[in-house]
């Protein structure tokens, strides 16, 4: 009985020591796939995914990062345009696409906060479909109005809409839209009853507010600023926490009396889930030194907007947070997709 008690303990030990190097062996050879993984990407061109329609904010950002990005990657980025229910067609393309860090999306508060709520059957899940790579700008939203509204500050356009019930019409770029959803916050807050108008995409909303078709809209300042300066619409105030360089003279929705307020856009770039945590580094990696460059800083500061980047746990902790918060907005106000 000894002599076998010797043997199995003997043989026990043997299988425990082959465990051992097995598992050594399987990390190491999980290491060095990590490392090929890393080393191989990028292997040809790379997709980078605006789920709304050229023009806009979204499409501005997608082009600067991209620039930056085929320099460093030595790859060059296309980018594409797949609009459609509130960027959710965009977005719901690149969760089936191949987890390799070749197809990108440029993940925006609209898509990743708002539409969970607005939308019960997404063809995505914000938190289970991507990996977060890195956020990159928050753009300001700023509040204009056509320059036949009288109201010259918030204040005034408040007085105004409650004493002219039904006639100041915004647009926005679509329903859930951070043009739709910056306005809703903001009624909500000020008691203001506007009509929403709802647009396919920023650019044709603009078109109409410079038209007069529109009295007002509360959408990125990289879209606005150019007719703010040409006197073709009037900023009243901006949603950040602080004044845009670009437009100093134009105060905060904080400052017109209302503190706490801020609606800003923050965009940043996912890939889907199950892309290597080496790829998502090196990406990583890369935008952050991307946007890093003064001179991007100082165009997206020229543009109403700042430079935004974090780790891809903080996105993720980010956008987390982001849906909590306006998901609860969505639900109180009753806001209806189309």
């Known amino acids: 009985m ?76 296309i980018i594409e345009s797949r609009p459609g229910a509130g ?24 898509t990743f906060a708002v539409n969970p709520a607005l939308y019960p059957k997404l063809p995505y899940d914000p938190m289970k479909s991507f990996e977060p790579v890195s956020g990159i700008a928050n753009v300001h939203n700023m509040l204009v109005v056509h320059p036949e509204v009288p109201a010259k500050t918030l204040q005034e356009l408040i007085d105004y809409a409650k004493q002219n ?5 915004y647009a926005s770029g679509g329903i859930g839209s951070a043009a739709h959803i910056a306005m809703v916050a903001l009624a909500d807050r000020t008691g203001m009853n506007l009509t929403h108008v709802p647009y396919r995409g920023t650019a044709p909303a603009v078109t109409d507010l410079l038209g007069g078709r529109v009295q007002l809209t509360f959408t990125g300042a990289p879209n606005l600023l150019q007719h703010v300066e040409a006197g073709t619409m009037r ?30 856009q923050w965009y940043g770039i996912l890939v889907p889930a199950g892309t290597p945590k080496a790829v998502v580094d090196r990406l990583n990696t890369e935008i952050r030194a991307a946007m890093a460059a003064p001179e991007i800083a100082e165009r997206l500061s020229l543009e109403g907007a700042e430079v935004w980047t974090n780790t891809p746990a903080e996105f993720r902790d980010h956008i987390s947070k982001e849906m909590a918060r306006w998901g609860e907005l969505v639900k109180r106000t009753g806001i209806k997709p189309e």
Do not use: C, W
Not at 33 to 58: C, E, K
């Open 87 to 110: 960027g959710s067609v965009g977005v719901g393309s690149v969760a089936r696409a191949a987890a390799d860090g070749h197809t990108l999306v440029m993940g925006h508060i609209g």
């Open 235 to 264: 900023a009243l105030a901006v949603s950040g926490s602080s004044r845009l360089k670009s437009a100093p003279n134009v105060p905060t929705v904080a400052e017109s009396g209302f503190p706490g307020f801020e609606a800003s």
């Open 165 to 169: 019930p039904g006639k100041l019409n």
């Open 2 to 77: 000894q002599k076998d008690l010797g043997v199995a303990t003997q043989a026990s030990g043997m299988t425990r020591r082959h465990v051992l190097m097995g598992a050594a062996a399987f990390g190491m050879s999980a290491t060095y796939s990590i490392r090929v993984a890393a080393q191989a990407y990028p292997s040809q061109n790379i997709l980078l995914v605006v789920p709304f329609t050229p023009g806009g904010s979204t499409d501005i950002l997608a082009r600067l990062l991209g620039q930056r990005l085929e320099v460093a990657l030595k790859y060059p980025v």
